[in-house]
């Protein structure tokens, strides 16, 4: 095993944990790498506030020649758990009197101020209730076509001679098979709400969404390792995991860029519309390390504060963290059983998991996961990079139900 020992603040007894826990855990990520299913893994547990635990085992690279280990801060893509960021920037825009939950998106972006779409408020995006289409994924339906090639595919028929400037939500919403059901009949994933909110975001500050949660959130807690990745510098280049040739190559191009002090295809007119008009990655695009993301949990646990560092106020994390959705479910084949869910966190509880009931939680497809727990005070971060296209539930459900088992 190729294990890397990160930074802690005490001990696992100084907080009533079972070190002995942590030896399973790690030979628990070490089978995972063992049958190819995660590159490497990284860590970092934290009890009442303190981590206690906090690791990266395997390899940083994916090729066989290169040893390197994985460090526990080692960056990577967190994928989804970038929603729960996008929910707490939307949170603040309603503690400051900008919006609220049960405002009509259409009152916000016009697109949204016509039927169907009239239906869906702010709510609806952050608890994937809005009755529009799910992910590709969600359900078996191969003639199904994700928003995002559907604004691609938009954008390269657009006639800007006879039909002005392109409008990428418009193109969304007007090519994608309207919406799935009404709002507030089903759970379903989308992704593609959690962009809109980013376009919320914008509209309601005058701010980029990504600018506007890097500012207001990542660099006033101190996270310098989680941004979007326009923002990576080039030490968090260096760190970064590589998980193939193309992540290899696109790193590497990124590094020179940033060494040379040119932008990505300097010269060049872009072509890629999510380039073009900015479109946000709220819904899955930052860039963070484990110990980043307990750091986050850590402010949530505490009612929006850290170190002195307000973000929320204890009421708007009360209201985010509470169970606020109880609807059929039929991505992934549920078979329709109730979804439980929080304002931009998951709030799923059931017979495979052993933590409790008020935890909330979010993973990130690509892999990784962050849970917080309060009635433990325990906030646990895992990022375990897929080595093959698929998912495991050994490497998330299980790895949870070990980290819980320690508690004392």
């Known amino acids: ?29 070490q089978s995972g790498i063992d049958a190819g299913e995660i590159q490497c893994a ?18 940083k690279s994916f090729r066989a020649e290169d040893n390197t280990p994985v460090q526990p801060d080692s960056v990577r893509w967190i994928a989804s758990v970038t929603k729960t960021f996008t929910a707490v920037a939307i949170m603040k825009l309603v503690e400051d009197g900008l919006a609220r939950l049960d405002q009509s998106v259409g009152e916000i972006l016009p697109q949204f101020n016509t039927p169907p779409y009239n239906q869906i408020n ?44 392109f409008d990428w939500i418009s193109a969304a919403l007007n090519s994608n098979g309207g919406m799935r059901v009404s709002a507030n009949k089903e759970w379903a994933y989308c992704s593609f709400g959690f962009t809109i909110l980013g376009a ?37 280049v260096k760190r970064h995991i590589i998980s193939d040739i193309e992540d290899e190559k696109q790193l590497n191009d990124q590094l020179n860029d940033i ?63 509470e169970l606020s959705v109880q609807l059929p479910d039929y991505c992934w084949g549920a078979g329709g059983a109730i979804r439980k869910y929080a304002i931009g966190f998951d709030h799923r509880n059931g017979v495979q998991f052993t933590f409790s009931d008020v ?39 299980n790895t949870q139900n070990i980290i819980w088992s320690g508690l004392e």
């Open 1 to 29: 095993m190729i294990f890397t020992q990160g930074k802690t603040d005490c001990t696992p007894s100084d907080v009533a944990y079972n070190a002995d826990r942590l030896t399973v855990l790690n030979n628990h990520l």
């Open 42 to 59: 990284m860590y970092c547990l934290s009890r009442q506030g303190k981590v206690f635990a906090h690791a990266g085992i395997g390899k």
């Open 122 to 165: 702010i709510f609806n995006l952050l608890t994937h209730t809005s009755g529009l289409q799910a992910d590709g994924g969600c359900f078996e339906n191969r003639y199904n076509v994700d928003y995002w090639a559907t604004i691609q595919r938009c954008y390269k028929l657009h006639d800007f001679e006879k039909d002005g400037e």
């Open 200 to 236: 919320i975001i914008e509209k309601l500050t005058g701010i980029h969404s990504h600018k506007y949660i890097e500012d207001m959130i990542c660099k006033p807690l101190g996270m310098k390792d989680t941004v979007f990745p326009e923002n990576i510098t080039s030490e968090m």
């Open 259 to 321: 060494i040379n002090d040119v932008s990505e295809n300097a010269g060049e007119k872009p072509t890629n519309p999510f380039d073009i008009y900015n479109i946000p990655h709220t819904g899955g695009g930052l860039l963070s390390t484990a110990q980043d993301m307990v750091r986050f949990g850590n402010m949530v646990l505490n009612r929006g504060s850290l170190d002195g560092v307000r973000i929320l106020g204890r009421k708007a994390v009360e209201k985010m963290t």
């Open 359 to 397: 935890t909330v939680m979010h993973e990130g497809a690509g892999a990784c996961a962050l849970y917080i727990d309060p009635q433990e005070e325990l906030v646990a971060a895992w990022v375990v990079p897929l080595a093959r296209d698929d998912w495991f539930p050994r490497i998330q459900y």
